[in-house]
């Protein structure tokens, strides 16, 4: 497949990281919910549960691998539709597996951090195998998403692009929303807690993704087009 980059297809991705970015915390936070019977807070990047939830209910852990298990899922069904046959199915797989950044998840389980250690940590009470167990898991889970994708650039460029889109994401996500949303955040802009357990600016932030993401979800299936095997792409 060429790529074929466009501002519509930029917009819409970026909107579609962002949604998943969000999803994957709401499952975080709704299972708690379902466990704990009542919502714990959160910010853009940070959850928890409402308080005594942990000693009250020790399976709440649960909440814990919801995200990452929900984000998995996500990557997986990307490298489903990797596999189909339409050019639409092959972009929104390819959309699908990089928006809910596989970067993110290794670099942060690489650091020793992340939902996956966490929670290992807490299960175990060893860090160092903790941190063995969840970094390995993630790259085997997220390796043959990556590499159906990375199968499908059959052109000179393949290696820049994968790296583009394996990598830019992540640091767009901490910029925007864990940098600016979370810096807005903190100086008291729409702070105050409502629904979901969430800032009013959180909630604000969710719709409009979405939005975004409905408005513009078409051009998520124009990433590039196809051409013969034996076609020689610049």
């Not at 308080?51 to 919801?66: D, K, L, N, Y």
């Not at 043959?144 to 199968?151: D, E, G, H, N, V």
């Not at 105050?192 to 800032?199: A, E, F, Q, T």
């Not at 600016?201 to 087009?225: A, D, M, Q």
Request: aromatic share 12%; with cysteine.
């Amino acid at each position: 497949m060429k790529i074929r980059i466009t501002v519509k297809f930029i917009i819409a991705f970026l909107a579609l990281t962002f949604v998943m970015h969000e999803a994957h915390e709401i499952v975080h936070t709704s299972v708690g919910r379902l466990i704990c019977g009542e919502w714990g807070l959160r910010d853009f990047n940070v959850w928890g549960l409402c308080e005594g939830c942990s000693e009250q209910h020790p399976i709440a852990i649960i909440a814990t691998f919801a995200g990452p298990i929900f984000t998995f899922i996500m990557m997986w069904i990307g490298a489903i539709l990797l596999k189909k046959d339409s050019l639409q199915q092959k972009s929104l797989g390819f959309a699908l597996v990089f928006a809910n950044l596989p970067f993110a998840r290794i670099l942060t389980a690489a650091f020793g951090g992340g939902d996956e250690v966490y929670g290992l940590n807490i299960l175990l009470d060893n860090h160092s195998l903790a941190w063995t167990i969840g970094l390995s898991a993630i790259v085997l889970i997220t390796i043959i998403p990556l590499y159906r994708a990375y199968s499908i650039l059959k052109n000179k460029r393949s290696v820049l692009w994968f790296l583009g889109f394996f990598i830019l994401p992540t640091f767009i996500d901490l910029l925007l929303v864990l940098g600016l949303m979370n810096n807005l955040l903190a100086g008291g802009v729409l702070s105050d807690y409502w629904i979901l357990g969430s800032p009013i600016i959180v909630t604000v932030w969710t719709v409009f993704v979405t939005l975004v993401f409905l408005l513009t979800k078409n051009h998520i299936y124009s990433l590039g087009e196809q051409f013969p095997e034996d076609s020689s792409i610049a």
